[in-house]
């Protein structure tokens, strides 16, 4: 049955209760009056004129300045050093499951279409050989802290296989207590069953985040991703069933075929079901680099008024369901971990999106998986032959990487303070870094006057801080502080998608 007006109604009453319970949080009312400015502020010429390629800096350095003279050898020594921290560091863990039973046309992730069922199989057999390399990398007493299954599609294997990989991942790894563990996998609703949610919550896990994308029927038969209603709705119940922390739900505005009502009641099925985040994504259309959107016709994408006018939606429907603007395409509940780490000002931000585990070391496992450990990057090969190839030979598949030196260190602090809070502190990044921001930002702050010209960012002497109007451009403001973008040509810029 489809939500109605009713449960609609029911959400308003419980979003007064709740606002009501966080009033006196710290900067609770800041967040949701910044909710409202971002619809109020909503300027389309403006965002039209900032819409360019631009990393989403899930890192910095980005990827594209990886190397392959960063091998396995480095990344152990890497790995050592941080074992010597005087406090030891938490890790949190990513497993890649690569692998998808048919193609989504939108899809830009690293991934392989297959409905051999075995497969999955064989590559369970080498991730337990890398996870056993991998786990003597780091001291015993290192806990993992959050645990991360991503894709392709996850839920590609059974419940009970992925309840195997971590149990394996147990007995190699010092895992924290069930209550001071994140424990989250990325689900497709159309190939998994309520019951297999309780086998994935016996594991340990608490987290789910649900790909929707859109629930019209038109735009799924335009991106080849059938999905109803009843079942993804389904899903979403057996995890609160299953007491699960927090559920997500992925949206993407810019589709082909979109149009302005089918996304409103997209929407309404969306906010009526109350998932604790949401993440609203702007279609990258780059069929260069990605094969299977060339399957999706350009002219059949929405207009660049109407994906604005998409974009203007969800903010202020998101807005009066009370939900917190998180960052970049990201919301949460007021009470959500994430907007809660947001107000104590320790939001992070890495490959898995937004964390609230800033003091760990990031270990990627599995195919094209990224670890960020120490002062360091590595990525694993992006096609499976090579990643096969080195565990057979009893290798770290360590296809890619870099050591980081201090400019990268200190741009990535003052990039990451920006993508996670809209704000820098001069004085704090001095501190930290023992530097004098303006003599050693002043090409950057020069960079950054037409944007303060356009009312995207204020510039003080202590500080930065992005209007309501710069929330949706972070990328663009970060941009400023980013060494390698000026080396870039015209023709290295697809590899990034656009900014709005």
Known sequence: MLPTSRPLAAVGAAKRSRLMQIKDSRNGNAYLGAMSSLASLFDPDLLRRYDRPGPRYTSYPTAPQFSAQFQENEL???????????????????????????????????????????????????????????????????????????????????????????????????????????????????????????????????????????????????????????????????????????????????????????????????????????????????????????RIRAEDLPSPELKLDLLRCAIERLGEAGYVYIGMDHFALPEDDLAQAQSRGDLHRNFMGYSTHAESDLVGLGVSAISHIGASFSQNPRDIGSWEQAIDQGRLPVWRGMRLDQDDLLRADVIQQLMCHGSIDFREIERRHVIDFGDYFGDALQQLLPLQADGLVELSPDGLRSTSRGRLLLRIIAMCFDRYLPAHTEAAAPRFSRTV
């Open 76 to 294: 152990r020594e890497v790995a050592a050093v941080t074992n010597g921290d005087p406090i030891p560091r938490p890790l949190s863990l990513y497993v890649h499951i690569p692998f998808c039973t048919s193609p989504c046309f939108y899809c830009g992730c690293n991934r392989i279409i297959t409905r051999d069922r075995s497969r999955g199989d064989s590559y369970l057999t080498r991730l337990y050989r890398e996870v056993c390399m991998m786990s003597t990398l780091f001291d015993r007493d290192r806990q993992v802290s959050q645990l991360h299954f991503g894709g392709g599609t996850p839920n590609f294997l059974a419940a009970d296989q992925i309840a195997e990989v971590v149990d394996v991942l147990r007995r190699h790894f010092s895992f924290a207590a069930p209550r001071e563990l994140d424990c989250s996998i990325e689900l497709d609703p159309r190939f998994i069953s309520p019951a297999e949610i309780g086998v994935l919550a016996d594991a340990g896990f608490n987290r789910a985040s649900l790909g929707v994308q859109d629930f019209d029927p038109v735009v799924q038969q335009a991106v080849n991703r059938i999905q109803s209603v009843e079942e993804t709705l389904a899903i979403i119940e057996a995890c609160r069933l299953h007491r699960f922390r927090s559920v997500n739900v992925d949206l993407i505005y810019g589709l082909p075929l979109q149009t302005r009502e089918g996304f409103d009641r997209t929407l309404d099925i969306t906010l009526a079901a109350r998932p604790d985040r949401l993440a609203i994504y702007s279609y990258a259309h780059l069929p260069a680099m990605f094969r299977p959107q060339q």
